[in-house]
């Protein structure tokens, strides 16, 4: 692959290496000094970006990760990440994330041709995704990105006479009894991530930093729903995170939300969150002028920029962050 010239004398050539050929601690502290000050000022610890998370997450189930990165004397100065996800059994997407482009080489277009490359390598009849911030997104734009939703927030007091249901109880991983769920709730979805026992234990009961809290509904002895939430503290309040509400119908979807904020109440917390396409049974949606960014799902085709991707199903699970 030739390399292009950016100041007349240094030439920094980008390359699409597996996760087996990249240096996952020179990732890491990329990661760390792009967003580190990010992270202080929300009180969250840089271990949040550490060499462990990332050995966790470009190893999904559906194949290892691609990344993306231009270098300079060891160091990564700019990288895009690309994670694949299954889509049902016969479909995959590529989940682009951990964009980051050192201080000291701003200005260069690196950032561009990260993209660029990585997007050219991937599979073409594959489907690209991503969660762009605002800076980001002309960039994706440029390159046949098309934004499709502005993924709500949604927002519930945690107060108020909720119960839990004595039908939801904590699991302590997900197993094989999951699988018959996921085929049963991919059918009205629409594209989504398939939310088999390997993603999700991949997603959440391997997850090195955040231990999330696990529920599933059984309802005459079979299991109707699963429910993920991630209790976090940022700048001074707590509220638990819906990660995913997975569910066979409207009744066991309510049933569910229900118990969500009668765990959000009982442990404390001053809300009830989630970024997910769907409504969420009880919550109310952030008007978008309240929120300090707002959540933006892009997507293409990675051969055919024009083909149309349908409607897609969100949690907040498939955004990276949580």
Not at 25 to 30: D, I, K, S, T
Not at 85 to 94: D, F, P
Not at 101 to 120: H, I, M, N, W
Request: aromatic content about 8%; hydrophobic content about 45%.
């Amino acid at each position: 692959m030739k390399g292009v010239r950016d100041d007349g004398a240094t030439r920094k050539e980008v390359r699409v290496v597996s996760v087996s050929s990249l240096d996952v601690r020179a990732h890491a502290a990329l990661q760390q000094r792009v967003f580190g000050a990010l992270l202080e000022e929300n009180g969250i610890p840089l271990a949040r970006l550490g060499p462990e998370v990332f050995a966790w997450k470009l190893r999904p189930p559906a194949g290892e990760a691609r990344v993306a990165l231009v270098e300079r004397d060891g160091a990564i100065l700019s990288t895009c990440t690309a994670l694949p996800i299954a889509l049902g059994s016969r479909e995959r997407a590529w989940h682009l994330c951990d964009a980051a482009t050192a201080p000291e080489a701003r200005g260069q277009g690196l950032f561009g041709r990260v993209l660029s490359t990585l997007c050219a390598a991937l599979p073409p009849e594959d489907w690209l995704f991503a969660f762009p911030n605002e800076q980001s997104r002309p960039a994706f734009a440029r390159r046949g990105f098309t934004r499709r939703m502005k993924v709500p927030l949604r927002f519930r007091p945690a107060r108020g006479s909720a119960e839990r249901s004595a039908r939801v109880t904590p699991i302590e991983a997900f197993g094989a009894v999951h699988d018959a769920l996921a085929e049963r709730i991919a059918a009205g979805l629409g594209r989504t991530a398939a939310r088999t026992p390997a993603y999700l234990r991949w997603r959440y009961d391997a997850h090195p930093y955040f231990d999330y809290q696990r529920f599933e509904l059984r309802r005459d002895g079979v299991v109707d729903g699963l429910l993920v939430l991630n209790r976090m503290k940022a700048r001074g309040r707590v509220s638990l995170w819906l990660m995913e509400l997975l569910a066979v119908d409207g009744a066991a979807e309510r049933e569910l939300a229900r118990a969500a904020v009668a765990f959000a109440k009982a442990q404390g917390c001053d809300a009830l969150l989630a970024a997910r396409s769907a409504k969420v049974p009880g919550t109310m949606r952030v008007p978008p002028c309240f929120l300090p960014k707002q959540h933006v799902w892009m997507v293409r085709g990675a051969g055919d920029v024009a083909r149309e991707p349908g409607h897609w199903h969100v949690e907040t699970g498939d955004w990276d962050t949580f």
